[in-house]
C-alpha cells in the first residue's frame, strides 16, 4: 500500500454488493482481531512463539472460523439499526432481505477445513436463528448489541479455561467498542437511501 492509498477516503457504500462487502470484512475483523490480541496478551513474553506453533496455529483457525458467524450476526444487527431511517415502517421486510444478504455472505466461504461441512451448516442453522432474533425486540443502541453474543465469543478463546482468569469483562468490552467503531465507519460511508433503496430492488426484482 502507497501512501496516496493511505491518504485516500475509503470508498463510498452506496448498493448492496458493496454493502455486503463491508459486512463480510468487519464482521472478519471483528472477531479475528479479538482472538488474536487477546492470545497475544494471555501469552505474554511467549507469544511470538505461540503464535508460530503449527498446533497453535489450528486451534486459532478453528477458533475464528467458529466466530465468524456471530461476528456478521452483530454486524448484521448493526446495519439494520443505520438504515431503519431509510426504511420507512416496513422492519419486517428490511430485515428479511438483510438477513438474507448476511446469508449470501456466509455462503460465500466453502466449509473450512478446519471446521467440515457438518459444522459449517450447523453455523449457519444457528447464524439463520440468530438474524431471525433480530426482529423480536426493538432496535438496540450498538453497545448493547454485543451481549448476547460475547460469552459464547470468550468460550471460543484458544486458550484453555482454566488460563482465561476474569478476562469476559474485558472482552465484552472489546467487542462494544470495536462495534461502536465499525457503527462509525459505516455511518461516514454509508448512502443510506440508496442502499435500501437497492435493497427493496433486488428483493423485488424477477430471479
Given at each position: ?49 505461540l503464535l508460530a ?24 444487527e448493526m446495519v ?128
Amino acid at each position: 500500500m502507497g501512501l496516496l492509498d493511505m491518504l485516500r477516503r475509503p470508498r463510498p457504500i452506496r448498493n448492496i454488493h458493496e454493502l455486503s462487502d463491508f459486512v463480510d470484512a468487519q464482521s472478519a475483523f471483528l472477531v479475528q482481531k479479538g482472538i488474536y490480541e487477546y492470545s497475544r496478551a494471555r501469552a505474554g513474553h511467549f507469544s511470538k512463539v505461540l503464535l508460530a506453533e503449527s498446533a497453535f496455529i489450528a486451534v486459532v483457525e478453528r477458533s475464528r472460523w467458529q466466530a465468524y458467524p456471530l461476528g456478521l450476526a452483530m454486524v448484521t444487527e448493526m446495519v439494520e439499526g443505520v438504515l431503519g431511517r431509510a426504511r420507512g415502517d416496513q422492519r419486517a421486510q428490511a430485515l428479511a432481505r438483510l438477513s438474507a444478504l448476511a446469508l449470501a455472505v456466509f455462503d460465500r466461504y466453502p466449509p473450512p477445513a478446519a471446521l467440515g461441512a457438518t459444522h459449517w451448516q450447523d453455523a449457519r442453522s444457528d447464524l439463520l436463528h440468530r438474524l431471525a432474533g433480530i426482529g423480536l425486540h426493538p432496535a438496540k443502541p450498538v453497545k448493547d448489541i454485543p451481549e448476547p453474543y460475547a460469552q459464547d465469543y470468550f468460550a471460543l478463546m484458544p486458550i484453555h479455561e482454566r488460563l482465561r482468569g476474569p478476562d469476559f469483562p474485558a472482552m465484552r468490552s472489546y467487542l462494544k467498542v470495536s462495534l461502536c467503531n465499525i457503527h462509525d465507519e459505516l455511518v461516514r460511508r454509508i448512502d443510506a437511501d440508496a442502499v435500501a433503496s437497492t435493497l427493496h430492488d433486488d428483493a423485488t426484482s424477477p430471479p
